[in-house]
């Protein structure tokens, strides 16, 4: 089985970031920039499929301007084996990412698909859901356990109050959440063997694909600072702050 | 304009964040139906009527709606879209699973987890973990849309909306439901919790963090935790509050033992009342508490919980 694994180049996760002075967007000139974490773990699940022997192939797609061919380079030396980026600098709404994403895995015919559950700097959480809607699939978003049984694959879903499980049948979506696994670092022998391993680059155009969006950015801003607050001296004092001052217990 | 919203509800009970997002309908402005779908959700159907603000209530009561898998839903949100300009939700995990593929199969962007309406098209969100606000304007003609409870008001109860039945039945040959596991704790669940108490470093090891069980049972408040006590092994990840953890937005939020690093910031920031209790009063957690305590929270803590 294909598994088809999405990245996203966004912010370093440490970074705090920068409003720009005219609020038109985060300033990201010369910030450190890595793969979204999310993605981290979608791309160290697509591999222990592969050692697991349940995958055959792990191919690493990205989206976005030329410089995210770095994250595809991290994703082939932690174990994929082959990468495609779909080229383009302008800003690409996740709809869109998921129409680009719905034609590959038309080209591709991946028995799977995993994506992160949500890129840190959009904090969308729409594009694998939206990608299995295109792509008429069914999803297992927010997984934190991945188990494949023949022609079926029983995901167990981080739900509000607990965890789900869900059996769907491939080919199928997965997102990714936090508990699913611990990704590993790449080493130097395999970063160094990445750089010979095949990466396609395709523009959108040759996905017939319009990248436009009907969403608008209208302003970013930073937002509210909150009030200084004080010190209390006792237990006591702040138990009867919170109660009449504050009134939240 | 008419707005559609998926009511949120779990064991035939309507979930709080229902009226959240009624509440941010009404800022919306316009007819305001609310969507039941579920397996015997009758009980829930007459909750949702009863919320202020809303003109009709609609029941969508079928097994395959049981669960409210993705598949079923969105093909029945699909359907039914198209008496709308908009269709909402709460930012849950229902919400987040189904509303990306409603709007998908109509073509049209989502706009994640808004936390103010400017107009029936701009909308404010968090970016970057909260820590910029996008001011976004939509030109398709349906404006699917998550809310982020915290960001509204619930409305009050008081209204008699009419009931009827939908009977669309999509069909779900793709997935199935297998078993599900609540937590076996009385306690709130992090992300829609109220109060939230969190421990951090400073507590020490994870059986200190029983410390945190009888100020959290007191308050009705849920447990969480920074990353680094999550890394140091203290607490499972699912109790983390951050940037790669859960943003949580409670009305209290209690954080112990816990430096306020810019990840652990984001995911609390928003919280309307912060209490710190730290012994470095130099500790970043005090530029954005309301209330600081210096102390030893080894002795604060009990001290505490025989107080509330």
Redesign the interface.
């Known amino acids: 089985m294909k598994v088809l694994v999405a990245v996203k180049r966004v912010i370093d996760y440490n970074v705090k970031i920068r409003v720009k002075a005219d609020h038109s967007d985060v300033d990201l000139t010369n910030v450190k920039m890595a793969m979204n974490p999310f993605c981290e773990i979608a791309v160290e699940e697509a591999v222990r499929l592969k050692e697991k022997g349940v995958a055959t192939e792990v191919v690493a797609v990205t989206i976005g301007p030329k410089a995210a061919q770095e994250q595809l380079r991290t994703a082939l030396a932690l174990g994929a084996d082959r990468a495609i980026h779909v080229e383009t600098e302008e800003r690409v709404e996740s709809l869109a990412a998921a129409k680009l994403l719905a034609k590959v895995v038309e080209e591709e015919q991946p028995g799977l698909v995993i994506l992160g559950k949500q890129a840190i700097d959009t904090d969308n959480n729409q594009t694998g859901q939206m990608l299995a809607a295109l792509a008429g699939l069914p999803q297992g978003t927010f997984a934190s356990e991945v188990v494949v049984e023949g022609d079926k694959l029983q995901v167990t879903r981080e739900i509000d109050g607990g965890l789900q499980t869900v059996e769907l049948t491939l080919p199928a979506i997965v997102t990714t959440d936090l508990r699913l696994n611990e990704p590993r670092y790449a080493k130097l022998p395999d970063i160094m063997k990445a750089k010979k391993k095949p990466l396609d680059v395709k523009s959108p155009a040759d996905l017939g694909v319009e990248v436009a969006s009907k969403l608008t950015l209208l302003k970013v801003e930073s937002p509210a600072e909150r009030k200084g607050g004080i010190k209390v001296g006792s237990v006591d004092e702040l138990v009867d702050k919170l109660k009449n001052e504050a009134k939240v217990i | 304009m008419s707005i559609l919203v998926l009511a949120e509800h779990?064991d035939g009970q309507l979930a709080g964040a229902t009226a959240h997002v009624v509440a941010a309908a009404k800022a919306i402005g316009g007819d305001i139906d609310v969507l039941v779908a579920g397996e015997n959700v009758g009980a829930v159907a007459e909750a949702a009527a009863k919320l202020d603000g809303v003109s009709k209530v609609r029941v969508a009561d079928n097994a395959v709606y049981a669960?409210q898998?993705?598949?079923p839903m969105?093909a029945l949100l699909v359907e039914l879209a198209g008496d709308y300009s908009h269709v909402l939700a709460a930012a849950?995990?229902?919400g987040?699973?189904?509303?990306?593929?409603?709007?998908?199969?109509k073509?049209?962007?989502?706009?994640?987890?808004i936390v103010e309406v400017v107009d029936a098209d701009?909308f404010k969100?968090?970016?970057?973990?909260?820590?910029?606000?996008?001011?976004?304007?939509?030109?398709?003609s349906l404006k699917v849309i998550t809310v982020r409870s915290t960001g509204f008001d619930a409305v009050a109860e008081g209204g008699s909306a009419a009931v009827e039945s939908v009977d669309i039945v999509a069909d779900n040959?793709?997935?199935?439901?297998?078993?599900?596991?609540?937590?076996q704790s009385d306690r709130p669940?992090l992300?829609?919790a109220k109060?939230v108490i969190s421990g951090g470093r400073g507590m020490g090891s994870g059986e200190n963090f029983k410390l945190l069980d009888g100020i959290a049972d007191k308050?009705g408040a849920a447990i969480g935790a920074s990353r680094a006590a999550v890394d140091a092994g203290f607490v499972?990840?699912?109790m983390?509050v951050g940037?790669?953890?859960k943003i949580v937005a409670p009305?209290?939020y209690i954080a112990v033992g816990i430096s306020g690093a810019?990840?652990h910031l984001a995911g609390m920031?928003?919280s309307?009342?912060?209490?710190a209790i730290n012994k470095d009063?130099e500790a970043p957690i005090?530029?954005?508490?309301?209330?600081?305590?210096?102390g030893d929270l080894f002795e604060?803590l009990p001290?505490?919980e025989s107080?509330?």
């Open positions: 779990h669960h898998l993705a598949e969105g849950t995990t229902t987040k699973n189904v509303l990306p593929r409603v709007a998908a199969l073509d049209v962007s989502q706009i994640s987890e701009t969100r968090p970016i970057y973990a909260g820590n910029a606000i996008a001011t976004v304007k939509s030109a398709d040959s793709q997935s199935c439901f297998v078993k599900q596991e609540l937590a669940e992300a829609a109060v308050l499972p990840n699912d983390q940037q790669t953890g009305e209290l810019i990840q920031k928003d309307k009342v912060i209490v009063e005090f530029q954005v508490a309301d209330y600081g305590l210096v604060i001290e505490l107080k509330l």
